[in-house]
Structures are given as C-alpha cells and as structure tokens.
C-alpha cells in the first residue's frame, strides 16, 4: 500500500512536471522540469524494482539517471554555444553599423 503512494506521488510530481516543460516560460525552465522528471523517473523506477523483488530495475535506474544527467550538460553546453554564437554575431553587426555610418561623411 506504501509503495503504491509512493508511485502515485511519483507520477504526480512527473505530471506536474511536464506541464512546466511545457508551459516555460524559459528554456532553463523546461530544462530543469525535464531533469526533475527524469530524477521522479529514477526514483519510480527503483520503486517498482524493490516492489517487485528485481534487483536488475535498480541498474536500470542507475543507467537512466547517467544518462539523464549527460543529455542535460549537453543540452546545456549547447544553449551556451548558442548564446555566444547570438553575442557574437550581435557585436559584429553593431561595429559594421559604426564603420558604415563614418564612411557617409565623406
């Protein structure tokens, strides 16, 4: 009967996780909904496998969560590449714009 709380919260928080991925209003705000679902997953996961006597879930769980925690540095390391890439590209047109409006002087 425990466990199945346990499992029912579980799924709840999931939920109420995936409404926040999806409404933002950030992307750092949906990345971390999409962490916190994937950490309610770990933790259902383990559950299931304590309930039902299989050692080899908790693995499972253990995969998941590593993988989980790398796709969300590389999500991560690729929204800062893109921002530098945003900076850059903003900085570059404001110098182009400067040098432009010096040379209708002349």
Known sequence: ???GVTALLLLVAMALGLV???RGPTVFDRI???NMI????VALISTLGFVVGRDDLV?????YALISFTSTLAVLRFGDHERAQRSAAARHASTDG???S???GL
Not at 38 to 41: I, L, M, Q, S, V
């Open 59 to 63: 693995d499972i769980a253990l995969i």
């Open 98 to 100: 400067a040098h432009g």
């Open 1 to 3: 009967m425990m466990f």
């Open 102 to 104: 010096s040379e209708g």
């Open 32 to 34: 971390l909904a999409v």
């Open 38 to 41: 994937g950490t309610a997953t």
């Open 20 to 22: 926040r991925a999806l």
